[in-house]
């Protein structure tokens, strides 16, 4: 699945998990993906409480921003990579605070699964890049 839709790995794997749970239907996968998009918003409500005077703007403002709503539509990882990383951004924060090395530890991993993610995506469009011929911007000789 993921050589079709040209998305890692881990976007397939939730794909291929919510459609033998709920169904194959188009209708399904996309709300299935509207998940990691409801944790990209509450996240970024709890990581503002923090940092803003009103975490529910920051949470609202996240929510209609251009690109988001197009994206958290799509069944592709780039949302659910957003989730991971304000999810460790949250699970560091509260490691530094309390203390506790298990969630600092468990923010690495997420760290680690964001980036795995986005490694693969980048790599999936490397290869898909055309190649350049060495002389096609080359000056031309106009005499």
């Known amino acids: 699945m993921s050589e079709v839709t040209k998305n890692?790995?881990?976007?397939a794997y939730f794909g291929a998990l919510i459609g033998s749970w709920?169904?194959?239907?188009?209708y399904t996968l996309h709300l299935a993906f509207?998940?990691?998009?409801?944790?990209?918003?509450?996240?970024?409500?709890?990581?503002?409480r923090e940092f803003?005077?009103?975490?529910l703007l920051a949470a609202v403002i996240t929510l209609v921003a251009p690109g988001f709503p197009v994206s958290c539509t799509s069944i592709m990882s780039d949302v659910p990579m957003l989730?991971?990383?304000?999810?460790a951004v949250l699970l560091w924060r509260e490691g530094l605070e309390s203390g506790k090395?298990?969630?600092?530890?468990?923010?690495?991993?997420?760290i680690a699964a964001?980036?795995?993610v986005m490694v693969a995506k980048m790599q999936r469009r490397k290869n898909r890049?055309?190649?350049?011929?060495?002389?096609q911007f080359a000056p031309m000789n106009m005499t």
Request: hydrophobic fraction near 55%; charge should be negative; aromatic fraction near 6%.
């Open 8 to 11: 890692p790995p881990p976007a």
């Open 22 to 26: 709920a169904g194959w239907s188009e």
């Open 34 to 48: 509207l998940l990691p998009a409801l944790a990209v918003v509450l996240g970024v409500y709890h990581l503002a």
């Open 52 to 55: 803003a005077e009103s975490p």
């Open 83 to 87: 989730d991971l990383w304000i999810a």
């Open 101 to 110: 090395p298990l969630h600092l530890a468990g923010s690495g991993l997420l």
């Open 114 to 116: 964001a980036m795995a």
């Open 129 to 135: 890049l055309p190649e350049v011929p060495p002389n």
